[in-house]
């Protein structure tokens, strides 16, 4: 058991070393005061750091600030570099995309190359680009809406997917609330969105039985809320009550592509209906994808049949540029590869395999969670089931200590849970690190 007195020690302990290591942020942030809060977009803020580091430049799986600080980066921009910041084939394209052209309302011959590439790698036909995966979330619901002429979707409790408002229903008690982070929103979603706990397929039977959900939006497994992985069954259980009912399955796998080549649902099933991808299929530039079905592209033929032409409201001037869908099919033609993946997956275990001995070792009734290159250690004795018990078990200050802790000895964790990346180009040597550094923290959290 770890005391709060042992938290605040340490966390005001390793409060006074990153503010005697790191004066240029200090001074850095003073000098940004246009920036609402000093940073240019809020969650920037939500590092545990008494401000946050600032970049100066990553590469690989290392990321240098501007005071001279290296570190092993298992951050990976939230999933937006995780297949390592700037791979050569990556720049490549980009320098040479950018010398003929950003942006121009055109599809270029790369477009179609990178059609098929993505077919191929997540086994959907039908495929188009946006800016974002929130974008590309919101496309979805409002297609899956149009096409099934229900109002309502389904999401379960905790998950996140982008600023799409639809998705901010969480429940509270049992009962549905509107999300404390929805801020100015001005219409009670209540009334067209449903969510539920993951993991209980009773709810979920009785809930699509009613016949009037236009689609369940979920990830395979939850990664948002820390990690929860999905029960024995109940994706088959979820695919097979979607499909006798008529209500369209919408996978997000913005986070859990890193499940293995093809994401969660070719590696694992079932297949959705829609599919969403965003982060780091673009390797960091702004871009994502949905695909479909060729039953899905049929249908939204017709609707448009019924329409006049180019009214669809969904999209925006910078979906599919040209720098967008060169970054894409550099990073699928040659970084988000098979033998990639297995480079991943070895080093996840690798990463498990030691978090799991400390943990032991320390005597703590903490665990481990693995979603293929992704992992996370979770400080309460039993996994989650659903996102109601995954938000109870946190345990922010420790979490934020622990953070800071591992950062002011050159590791990096996401700054909004216990989740650590593994890419093609993450060394042994940087796992080692961060196994050594979490022994350490948990050694002075016991002290």
Request: negative net charge; charged residues 20%.
């Amino acid at each position: 058991m770890i005391s709060l007195a042992a938290i605040a020690r340490v966390a005001t302990c390793e409060r006074e070393r990153f503010r005697a290591a790191n004066p240029r942020a200090f001074a850095h942030h003073a000098a940004a005061s246009g920036w609402f809060q000093s940073v240019p977009f809020h969650w920037m803020k939500d590092w545990p750091s008494p401000v946050p580091i600032v970049a100066a430049s990553a590469k690989d799986a290392t990321l240098t600030s501007i005071d001279g600080q290296a570190y092993d980066d298992f951050c990976l921009g939230d999933t937006a570099s995780l297949f390592g910041h700037s791979p050569p084939a990556l720049t490549v394209a980009l320098a040479k995309q950018a010398s003929e052209g950003l942006s121009y309302m055109l599809p270029t011959e790369r477009g179609a190359a990178l059609s098929a590439r993505l077919a191929a790698m997540f086994g959907l036909p039908q495929w188009q680009v946006t800016t974002t995966a929130s974008e590309a979330n919101r496309a979805v619901i409002r297609w899956c809406r149009a096409i099934s002429g229900r109002t309502k979707i389904l999401t379960f409790n905790g998950a996140y997917h982008g600023a799409v408002d639809d998705a901010f229903v969480d429940l509270k008690d049992g009962q549905p609330v509107m999300r404390a982070s929805l801020v100015g929103q001005a219409h009670d979603l209540r009334d067209t969105s449903t969510v539920i706990e993951f993991n209980d397929p009773e709810v979920l039977e009785a809930v699509l039985r009613g016949g009037d959900i236009a689609c369940v939006l979920a990830e395979p497994v939850m990664t948002n809320v820390g990690m929860v992985r999905d029960a024995p069954g109940f994706l088959q259980t979820l695919r097979t009550l979607c499909d006798e009912t008529g209500t369209l399955l919408v996978f997000d796998e913005t986070h859990t592509i890193s499940s293995g080549y093809g994401g969660h649902g070719v590696t694992h099933g079932p297949a959705p209906d829609l599919l969403v991808v965003g982060k780091s299929i673009g390797g960091g530039v702004p871009c994502a994808v949905y695909g479909f079905t060729a039953d899905v592209a049929a249908r939204m033929v017709a609707l448009n049949r019924s329409r006049p032409a180019g009214h669809s409201g969904i999209g925006t001037t910078l979906s599919a540029n040209a720098l967008a869908i060169t970054a894409m099919d550099a990073m699928l033609g040659e970084v988000i590869t098979r033998p990639a993946y297995d480079h991943m997956l070895r080093g996840a275990a690798r990463l498990v395999a030691g978090l799991e001995q400390e943990i032991a070792a320390a005597g703590l009734h903490w665990h481990v969670t693995q979603v293929g290159a992704r992992v996370e250690f979770l400080t309460c004795p039993t996994p989650p089931r659903n996102g109601g018990e995954a938000k109870a078990s946190m345990h922010p200050e420790l979490e934020a200590a622990i953070h800071l802790f591992l950062a002011n000895r050159g590791i990096l964790l996401a700054p909004f849970h216990n989740m650590m990346l593994v890419s093609p180009v993450t060394g042994g040597d940087q796992i080692d690190r961060l196994v050594d550094g979490f022994a350490d923290c948990t050694k002075a959290l016991k002290e």
